[in-house]
């Protein structure tokens, strides 16, 4: 078209027009370390792992999942999920269901039976791992997927530590735990039950190991000094609980009082509902102050548990036992009142926490112990080079989930220090704050709740009491992930620059900006639901 | 076909036969008969693949036609006097936007006071905003200047006004030669813009344009009516061709060869001006007469050769440029620049006054015998202006003007409209 | 029926797009090979409302139009960004004629548009005419009133940021009551914008009984393109108020700009609606209601309302008009999401 001058033109011919200029800030597509992420002990990428779950694609979740902790089936049921308390979800309505939607993954590639990945290449150098718990276990994946050889050392006739000895099998049944711990060995890992290791220094030695990771967990039973009778039957939890996964299942008798007030009180307390008992705890503090986790005392509650708040046991006798009441000082700590009362008691229990059994330990030159726990750098050494330590063993928290993450940690400082290298973490992102989402965009849904066995069945069977979440409910508790500071690929800030200056790239491929036209508005930014995008001062 | 029919359906006639596509109207007097004639043309089906759109105003209808005109339609509007002022800002923009929407204008008067009659204000306010003016003599001419309008207009990509003076020519019923449709396709191909909406060629039209380059814009705007200023003579020879009658041009002389006097008008006043001439002729006096029918572009070569022979030039015009005089003689002057000429500004008409040829008469007399003043208002009664200059003069509070003078003149009420 | 939110739960039709919505349920903002009909390189202000709504509107009446549109565009802020010599950003024919016609133009492209279709020269073209409040509830009232009465076949988009901001800011029959403008200053007994003047347009039109009327705003991407698209799949005089929220002249942040026409829906200062044949036909519902101050707070043109003495009657009457647009139009749901 031959045109008339100037009043008409070209389209789209601004593009010639370069706004970039007008900038004095800039938006700049960032990853922000989730709270959830941040909180995880064995620091799973839960975000990241919940984005593949978004879409159904749940072995490339689980797949996600598994680079950081190989046992989601298992995580699913005994973590005590300290991400969702973390999760910014929780101040909009309730935390995202992780844990749920784990559990789900997991039991999904059980089912499906997807298998870890096996190691490329073999780097020769050899490590030894004392202990199947979850914390061995774990350093055992993960120095095996770097490529060493690893051989395990287990003490007991089966793997999986605790979990197998302590927590019952209504909260973790065991062709779960097995089939998590198998996947492991099937990776090539060298384990020798029943061969408890007596010095360390001597076994890895003979073995010729090059380094060795230590997570022999803390088995051994605190005892109270309570006078008792003769006839007094006391047994420690640790013992009673161990005894449940052997053929011979110990006499309790009907009534049995159950002493401490941690997780082990209330699960001894339940096993023993199990089998018969009528239990009964005896703790010296209230409810509030109890260790045990909130809904684990809730679920006892609910099969008919009995609690004595505030009471200690004073003797111990035949079918009887004496109680003192407590009243809480002005600190809240326990004092004797001086008011006595008996009960009955066929049988007690103790769980009061348990010690370390550093026997293995015995004559290793740099080792330091305190608080019976063995001492750690934040590599996981301990003061003597070559021997690394977790879990339980050494100072912090005692779970499952921080025992796993100090298996992985130990692996990479491990395989650094064989190397004759130290593993530098990366440089952890900003954390996505609740401030940072614009929670406009998510829609209000409530979570899921887990389906429970009927309380029938949960006085009477060892029968799993928390279900699974199905396919659906999986994917609706997935999608409730505001995927805080990540991009989630949801089309806003291509959407909303008023400029154009947002280039999409594609599924998977996320966006970029145009710095010629981006304006620095900052729109994007704001409205951006899940914080993806930050404004930087441009350098003028 | 020859007819004896009223201008104003033989100018809807024209238009029909030049196969418009969009027709917008609004009415005003004495505009009215044509875009009447044309609605029913169309709501009848005697003009095919046309809308006729009954717009709310003046400024709708051109502001209509510049959007139908800027997406390839040929577009046709007609107004007059208020009606053309309301639609001001869409007159320029239409030219501005060199779209060649073709509109009639009935000559009308400007108020206050409002006055539906004849004179030539209101085009002329229009004077300088981009379009082609065209005034016609005589029906014949109006009908057959809306054909040549449509493809000058096209041609050069300007819109043009076809000016015929209201009532005297519009709701005159004389003999007009109405051409054949094949005559008129023949003359007028389809329109091809230059610029057109289309989402085929996506253009943006009507940009912001700044120092930079309005300038220029407006330097072509004048290029392309000096191109029109060559065309216009060509499409009349062009159209007599066809037509087989003489039509449009730029000027038309009238026994100025060996005139003295020549006088210089627009439209229909033509007529009466000749018949007087012819009157004086026969008495020996040396005068003639040169109609001017392209106002805008204005012809100044032309003009100037009509009148370098003449001792003295007179302009009788139907528009006053209050403060100054005359409008169209501004024009004719520039034109006569460095000729030795006498020139007089004669403002008649105005408001639908009778010319009458006793008073052409006597004035073309007085100026063949040097006595013209340089500014003379046509049968001006100085009686009543007097009075009413007086009681200004004297009376703080003299009233509306327009009102004491009718009743001076004694008219008790008139009829507007 | 109006506008339904998906309950999709991730962020339902919140978002633009999300990966995770089927393709149907994206907006046209989503698409990779969107037109961007008003493309980059424009000299609107950094966050500017107006531009964001006509790209969104005019991008999703060329998708409802399979790329066959024309726009006419009335003059203003969107005109004069959009448009100076020597670059235009706009992708598709477009015509700015004057600042008072743009109907009255719209219904000449409209009218040529079906001749030549009936001649068999062009396909089924489609004409939308855009403009700001200024231009269209007052120098442009009387034509765009003309192109309605007459049930052109247009769809004209009021952009509406409430006044006449390209001329520096001034008061327009849109300007909302205590906004401050360069003409309805902050001083004297009642400072800013008069209460009791001004039109709201939609209703006017509506009063027209033109097949098809709504009300959108920039923040509401999923229901401005439906309305859009719907109004597109309408022939006859079609209208779409959008409120598009103006950094400069509301004197508010430019990353404000959505979250501004967000709380205006929520606090029930604009109700976005739509009517068929002048009867309302939906509404968007409240979603999360706020007080006006949330609203009025984060704009310079209300800064007198909330100085050392709060204007608390002032902002009362603000709210009171607020709720009563939440009863007129029924703006709140029990179960809004
Ligand atoms: C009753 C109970 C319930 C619990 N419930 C939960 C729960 O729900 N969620 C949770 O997160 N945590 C729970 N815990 C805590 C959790 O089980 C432990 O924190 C966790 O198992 C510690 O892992 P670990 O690998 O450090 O040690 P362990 O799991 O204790 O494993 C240590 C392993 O080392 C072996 N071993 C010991 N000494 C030697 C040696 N010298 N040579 C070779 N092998 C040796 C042991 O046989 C054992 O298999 C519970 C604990 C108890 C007691
Ligand atoms: C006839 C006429 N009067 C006044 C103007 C000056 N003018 C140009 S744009 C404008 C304001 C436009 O306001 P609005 O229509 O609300 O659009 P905005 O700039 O706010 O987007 C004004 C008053 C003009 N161009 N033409
Ligand atoms: S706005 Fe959406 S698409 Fe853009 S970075 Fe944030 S999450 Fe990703
Ligand atoms: S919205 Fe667009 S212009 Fe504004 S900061 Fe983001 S990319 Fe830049
Ligand atoms: S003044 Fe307002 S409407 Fe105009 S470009 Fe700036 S932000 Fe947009
Ligand atoms: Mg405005």
């Known amino acids: ?540 | 076909m020859l007819k004896q029919t009223e201008g104003s359906h033989a100018v809807a006639e024209a238009v029909a036969l030049c196969r418009p596509e969009v027709i917008c109207a609004y009415p005003i007097s004495p505009q009215t008969h044509i875009v009447e004639g044309l609605g029913e043309m169309v709501k009848g089906g005697e003009v095919e693949n046309c809308e006729f759109i009954n717009v709310e105003s003046e400024f709708a209808a051109m502001s209509v036609a510049i959007g139908s005109s800027a997406t390839g339609a040929r577009t046709y509007t007609a107004t007059a006097s208020q009606g053309i002022l309301f639609m001001a800002e869409a007159v320029y923009n239409a030219s501005g936007l060199g779209l060649p929407i073709v509109m009639t204008v009935a000559n009308r008067a400007i108020g206050a006071p409002i006055n539906i009659w004849n004179d030539h204000t209101d085009a002329l306010s229009q004077r300088d905003s981009g379009w082609i003016q065209l005034f016609a003599e005589t029906n014949q001419e109006a009908l057959d200047l809306h054909i040549q309008a449509f493809k000058l207009a096209e041609e050069v990509s300007l819109p043009v006004m076809v000016c015929m003076d209201g009532f005297i020519l519009t709701h005159a019923y004389e003999r007009v030669d109405v051409p054949t449709q094949e005559q008129v396709d023949a003359f007028l191909p389809p329109y091809e813009p230059r610029q057109v909406l289309d989402p085929k060629e996506p253009v943006s039209i009507g940009a912001m344009v700044g120092p930079e380059a309005f300038s220029e814009v407006r330097y072509l705007a004048h290029a392309k009516q000096m191109q029109a200023l060559e065309l216009i003579p060509k499409l009349a020879e062009e159209f007599k061709t066809v037509f087989g009658r003489e039509s449009g041009g730029l000027t038309r002389s009238y026994l100025t060869d060996d005139a003295e006097t020549i006088v210089v008008a627009m439209g229909s006043v033509l007529g009466t001006i000749k018949d007087t001439v012819d009157e004086m002729r026969a008495a020996g006096e040396k005068i003639g007469v040169l109609g001017i029918t392209s106002y805008r572009p204005f012809p100044i070569d032309s003009v100037r050769a009509a009148l370098q022979n003449a001792q003295r030039v007179v302009v009788l015009e139907k528009s006053l440029a209050v403060g100054i005089g005359g409008i169209l003689s501004t024009d004719v002057r520039m034109a006569m620049s460095g000729l030795q000429l006498r020139g007089h500004t004669v403002v008649a008409g105005l408001g639908g006054r009778a010319i009458t040829r006793k008073s052409l008469r006597a004035l073309f007399a007085k100026a063949a015998r040097g006595e013209l003043e340089h500014l003379t208002f046509l049968d001006l009664d100085w009686n009543v202006v007097n009075k009413q200059l007086e009681r200004e003069r004297t009376t703080r509070r003299s009233g509306p003007a327009a009102e004491s003078m009718l009743r001076d003149v004694g008219v008790i009420a008139a009829r507007i409209g | 029926m109006s506008f339904q939110p998906l309950h999709f739960y991730q962020t339902g039709t919140f978002t633009v797009g999300n990966r995770l919505l089927a393709e149907e349920d994206r907006t046209v903002q989503a698409e990779i090979g969107r037109t961007n009909s008003l493309n980059s390189g424009h000299r609107a202000c950094q966050g500017c409302g107006e531009a964001l709504g006509a790209r969104f509107a005019i991008d999703a009446a060329m998708n409802a139009a399979r790329g066959r549109l024309i726009a006419a565009n009335a003059t203003g802020c969107l005109e004069v960004f959009s448009t100076p010599y020597p670059e235009t950003s706009w992708q598709i024919p477009w015509i700015h004629s004057l600042f008072g016609n743009t109907a009255a133009v719209a219904t000449g492209i409209a009218a040529a548009i079906k001749v030549k279709k009936q001649k068999g020269e062009m396909g089924d073209v489609r004409v939308v005419a855009q403009g700001g409040d200024g231009g269209t509830t007052d120098i442009g009232f009387g034509c765009l009133s003309g192109m309605f009465e007459r049930n052109d076949d247009v769809l004209y988009i009021c952009y509406d940021n409430g006044g006449y901001m390209n001329t520096g800011v001034q008061r327009s029959s849109a300007t909302p009551p205590a906004a401050r403008t360069a003409t309805t200053m902050p001083v004297g007994p009642e400072p800013g914008n008069a209460f009791g003047q001004g039109k709201f347009l939609p209703a006017i039109a509506m009063a027209h009984e033109i097949p098809y009327v709504a009300t959108a705003t920039v923040a509401g991407l999923h229901d401005l393109e439906y309305k859009v698209t719907k109004a597109m799949g309408m022939r006859g005089a079609r209208y779409i108020h959008i409120l598009v929220p103006c950094p400069l002249g509301w004197g508010a942040a430019s990353q404000d700009t959505i979250k501004l026409a967000r709380l205006a829906k929520e606090t029930g200062i604009f109700p976005v609606f739509e009517a068929e044949r002048g009867e309302v036909t939906g509404v968007l519902k409240i979603r999360r209601q706020q007080p006006v101050e949330e609203y009025l707070k984060l704009q310079k043109r209300y800064a007198h309302l909330f100085g050392k003495t709060p204007a608390v009657e002032t902002i009362a009457r603000l709210q009171a008009a607020a709720d009563k647009n939440i009863r007129k139009y029924g703006l709140l749901d029990q179960e809004a999401n």
């Open chain 1, 1 to 540: 078209m031959d045109k008339p001058f100037a009043i008409t033109l070209d389209p789209g011919s601004s593009l010639a027009n370069h706004t970039g200029s007008w900038r004095t800030s800039r938006p700049v597509y960032v990853d922000r370390l989730p709270p959830c992420n941040k909180q995880c002990p064995a620091g799973e990428d839960i975000q990241g792992w919940l984005f593949h779950a978004e879409s159904g694609n749940y072995e490339s979740a689980w797949r996600h999942l598994t680079k950081d902790n190989p046992f989601p089936a298992i995580m699913g049921r005994v973590c005590y999920h300290s991400c969702e308390g973390a999760c910014n979800r929780g101040q909009i309505d309730e935390p995202v269901g992780i844990n749920s939607v784990e559990r789900f993954l997991g039991d999904e590639a059980l089912k499906r039976g997807w298998k870890l990945t096996a190691p490329t290449a073999e780097s020769g150098k050899h490590v030894l791992i004392v202990g199947a718990g979850p914390s061995g276990m774990s350093a055992a994946y993960h120095l095996r997927r770097l490529g060493h050889r690893v051989t395990v050392h287990e003490a007991g006739p089966l793997l999986g530590g605790m979990m197998r000895f302590g927590i019952p099998k209504y909260r973790l049944p065991r062709d779960v735990l097995e089939a998590e711990m198998q996947r492991v060995v099937e990776l090539g890992v060298h384990v020798q039950l029943n061969s408890k290791v007596e010095n360390i220094l001597d076994t890895m030695q003979d073995g010729k190991f090059d380094a060795a990771f230590l997570a022999v967990g803390a088995h051994i039973g605190k005892r109270a000094t309570i006078p008792a009778g003769d006839a007094a039957k006391i047994i420690d939890a640790i013992s009673l609980l161990r005894s449940m996964e052997g053929e011979d299942q110990p006499m309790l008798g009907r009534r049995v009082v159950v002493y401490g007030g941690g997780n082990t009180a209330i699960d001894v307390a339940r096993t023993a509902k199990r089998m018969g008992a009528e239990p009964l705890i005896v703790y010296r503090r209230t409810r509030e102050k109890m260790p045990a986790h909130d809904f684990e005392v809730e679920e006892a509650l609910q099969e008919g548990i009995m609690v004595k708040w505030l009471s200690t046991i004073k003797q111990a006798d035949e079918s009887s036992l004496t109680i003192e009441k407590m009243a809480l000082d002005s600190k809240g700590f326990p004092q004797p009142t001086g008011e006595f009362e008996t009960i009955e008691a066929d049988s007690l229990v103790l769980a009061l926490g348990q010690d370390v059994d550093l026997g293995l330990l015995e004559g290793v030159p740099g080792l330091q112990v305190s608080d019976g726990v063995v001492q750690v750098g934040s590599n996981m050494m301990t003061g003597h080079p070559g021997i690394f330590a977790g879990g339980d063993m050494v100072p912090a928290e005692r779970n499952v989930t921080v025992g796993i993450g100090h298996g992985k940690a130990a692996a990479k400082h491990i395989d650094a220090w064989l190397r004759s290298e130290e593993y530098v973490a990366p440089v952890k992102h900003d954390t996505a704050a609740f401030e940072n989402l614009n929670t406009w965009y998510y829609t209000d849904a409530p979570k899921t709740v887990r389906p429970m066995l009927d309380i029938i069945r949960r006085q009477s069977t060892f029968d799993e009491v928390q279900g699974g979440l199905d396919e659906s409910t999986a994917l609706f508790e997935a999608r409730r992930c505001l995927s805080c500071g990540n991009c989630f690929e949801c089309d806003n800030c291509y959407g909303v620059c008023p400029d154009n200056a947002v280039i999409k790239l594609g599924p998977g491929k996320r966006f970029q900006f145009n710095y010629d036209y981006c304006k620095g508005c900052g729109m994007c930014v704001a409205e951006c639901p899940c914080g993806a995008i930050k404004m930087e001062a441009e350098e003028i």
